[in-house]
């Protein structure tokens, strides 16, 4: 069903005239989209785990998203992906998600993470969102199980990047050393929390390539 909505949706973004598509499961009669995608080809962005997912991805996606656990895993992940890609002519890069708590000292990120995400975590709905994700006891070991949990506390299984604005950086340099082309970043308090962030975090990526300047 997938692969037959995707080349649904981009043959509407490339026909000029009105045309019928009669598939497995979907159909239309007459059927256009206006107006155009402005690039000839889209960036696709694609988030899976599974080996179905992301052999989706390896035909059809320009980024995949994928959780990473540490970088050991990182490394593989990203190297497995790349060759995979190549292999059916294609280059997929490799994308994931963060979670970030970053302040002047380590003692300070980490014991607002420990007051956030441990103290006042709402464990019933960690639980609950695990068990959508397809989380459970039965897939993983004890020990697994509880960085997961860990981490849907803190930010919905991200890559913890805890500490100050250097640790920071050294983190995110790490993660990109691994093959890992881009992450997004999230925040307790994006308003508040993301300022500091922008003012001593940035620069630092700046300084070693890690990001362009914005003029």
Request: net charge negative; charged share 25%.
């Amino acid at each position: 069903m997938a692969q037959e909505w995707f080349d649904y949706v981009t043959r509407l973004w490339r026909e000029d005239s009105a045309f019928d598509w009669e598939g497995t499961f979907f159909r239309g009669k007459g059927v256009y989209g206006l107006p155009h995608p402005v690039q000839a080809r889209v960036p696709v962005i694609n988030a899976a785990a599974s080996e179905e997912g992301r052999g989706f991805a390896m035909r059809n996606a320009d980024f995949l998203f994928t959780p990473v656990f540490d970088f050991g895993q990182a490394k593989e992940t990203a190297a497995d992906i790349k060759q995979k890609s190549q292999s059916v002519g294609r280059d997929v890069q490799v994308l994931t998600f963060c979670t970030v708590v970053c302040r002047p000292t380590q003692k300070e990120a980490e014991e607002y993470l420990n007051w956030y995400a441990n103290e006042h975590a709402d464990w019933e709905a960690v639980d609950n969102l695990m068990t959508l994700q397809g989380m459970h006891a039965q897939s993983f070991t004890k020990e697994a199980l509880a960085m997961f949990r860990d981490r849907f506390a803190a930010g919905h299984g991200g890559f913890p990047l805890v500490g100050t604005p250097d640790h920071i950086a050294d983190q995110l340099e790490k993660l990109s050393d691994t093959g890992v082309a881009g992450t997004t970043l999230s925040f307790v308090d994006y308003a508040k929390e993301f300022p500091y962030f922008r003012q001593e975090v940035l620069p630092r990526l700046e300084a070693r390539g890690l990001r362009l300047p914005v003029e």
